[in-house]
């Protein structure tokens, strides 16, 4: 009987089922956008201006922090190439520092890092979605915060039916 052709890219020779190690064009302007950039491009920009004092100087302080940006990321996908683990920051840590380390890092991003960077995007989008209605002052801090967390459970709702079966 003749052996069925492997057509499932997820299927290795050693029969395992594995991630595709590729990453598309989209994926990657994805990944930059929402994971570098974020939402504090939309809340630095009054306060690189307020102290910086001109407009000259905050351009001089916005493209010197995006070489920065720019040198970290080259050294991330650097990273990526020479440690082809999957899991990111916790594969680097690990293979360098032990795995204490890395659980360490790994527990302070799921339970410090990752949820008040959403509720930092989420005041934002409240601060930003508010400001239309209210005058010079801005929206109460109540409204703010009662938005921020009807979108974070909104978003919250989004991910669980996401990864429903």
């Not at 050693?14 to 990657?28: A, D, I, R």
């Not at 930059?32 to 000259?56: A, C, D, E, Y």
């Not at 938005?147 to 990864?163: Q, R």
């Given at each position: ?19 595709n ?31 910086t004092?001109s ?5 001089v ?26 899991g ?78």
């Amino acid at each position: 009987m003749a052996e069925a052709v492997n057509n499932d890219k997820r299927l290795k020779d050693n029969g395992k089922v594995q991630l595709n190690q590729e990453l598309g064009l989209l994926s990657s302007v994805g990944i930059i956008v929402g994971s570098i950039i974020g939402s504090g491009i939309f809340i630095s920009p009054i306060g690189v201006l307020s102290n910086t004092g001109s407009i000259g100087l905050s351009l001089v302080v916005w493209t010197s922090c995006g070489i920065i940006s720019t040198l970290g990321a080259l050294a991330f996908a650097e990273l990526g190439t020479s440690i082809p683990k999957s899991g990111a920051e916790y594969a680097y840590l690990y293979e360098a520092f032990g795995s204490l380390p890395a659980f360490v890092f790994a527990w302070v991003k799921i339970f410090a890092n990752r949820p008040s960077s959403q509720a930092v995007v989420c005041l934002t989008f409240s601060e930003y979605a508010l400001s239309p209605f209210f005058d010079a002052c801005g929206p109460p801090l109540l409204i703010k915060k009662l938005l921020a967390a009807s979108v974070l459970g909104i978003h919250i709702f989004a991910i669980e039916i996401t990864f429903l079966p």
